[in-house]
């Protein structure tokens, strides 16, 4: 029976003679088995570092480090007690954080991706991801050198398939994603799923202790939101602007995330400014407008290379 504790990332550092020999194993093993079939697929990298991450998990729960050759595709193991677990492991070259802070002094919560076609898959019949992130150097092919200092795995926790579909936000490929001070767009179909909804666990040996029962808890849990605190404002304030919602639900949202800072907007503040002045020289507002806004966020002058 799975005891609920709050996710904080195990870390494990595979940078020892041990390591190696189990980065080693992960790289031979994509470059016999790499999956190069179907859409939206993780490089060869990707997958090696979801071989990695399902090689220390088998070692440590004492099972053989590699599945046989016969082994379903649709989940990478079965605990004891029957409940199969897939594997999920995003790579960078940053280690894993709970919470990400940007230039406007706000934390972003952490979030893991999942490919949506997995999801949506009835053939890919797993009970519950196990999230991992793996820490690479900028040079990241498997196996790297026994030199390299940041080859670190974080086990996060685990959540059942159900909950992520149900629960989780589909995003289609183009969208747009904040990490850290930046954007960028996704190249696939994903799905967030934010770190503090997961089930956390105290070591690895807990993942054994995983049964049905918790699997069919876990899906009956309603969790919070998938957002970052920082866009559900965002949205909040869309929303208003678009007369969709009553401005009172912004009070509400900012009570709920505990925000009472200023959150930045997507695009540069001096876009803002560029358009007051516009809205100013069409003789639509006057100087008010443009001074409420310096009450809020500064305009970003040019200081020089």
């Known amino acids: 029976m799975y005891k609920f504790v709050n996710p904080k990332p195990i870390i494990i550092k595979l940078t020892d003679e041990i390591g190696f020999e189990l980065r080693k194993k992960a790289a031979d093993y994509i470059s016999e088995n790499q999956n190069k079939s179907g859409a939206e697929r993780g490089s060869k990298d990707e997958q090696g570092f979801g071989a990695l991450a399902e090689i220390v998990i088998r070692k440590n729960l004492g099972m053989p480090e590699i599945n046989n050759a016969d082994h379903p595709l649709a989940y990478d193991l079965l605990l004891p007690s ?66 390299q200092k940041k080859w670190i795995l974080y086990i996060c926790g685990w959540v059942s398939k159900e909950r992520v579909e149900r629960e989780g936000v589909f995003l289609p490929r183009g969208s747009l994603t904040e990490q850290g001070n930046t954007w960028f767009t996704y190249r696939g179909q994903e799905i967030e799923f934010y770190h503090k ?55 509400f949202v900012k009570e709920k995330v505990k925000i009472s800072g200023v959150v930045k907007p997507i695009l540069h503040v001096n876009q803002y400014y560029h358009f007051l002045n516009w809205l100013k020289q069409n003789g639509q507002i006057t100087d008010k407008e443009i001074n409420n806004l310096e009450q809020i966020i500064q305009k970003v002058d040019y200081m020089g290379i």
Do not use: W
């Open 197 to 251: 909804n997961l089930n956390g666990l105290e070591d690895i040996k807990c993942l054994a202790q995983i049964n049905k029962e918790d699997v069919e808890k876990d899906k009956n849990i309603i969790g919070d939101l998938n957002l970052t605190s920082v866009d559900a404002l965002r949205i909040a304030y869309d929303l208003v602007g678009r007369g969709i919602i009553d401005r009172k639900y912004i009070d």
């Open 82 to 147: 029957g409940v199969k677990v897939d594997v999920k492991c995003r790579g960078g070259s940053l280690p894993f954080r709970e919470e990400y802070i940007s230039n406007d002094g706000l934390p972003r919560e952490a979030k893991h991706n999942l490919f949506a076609r997995q999801i949506y898959d009835d053939r890919l019949d797993t009970d519950i991801y196990l999230m991992t992130h793996l820490e690479t150097p900028k040079d990241r092919a498997l196996p790297g050198t026994k030199r």
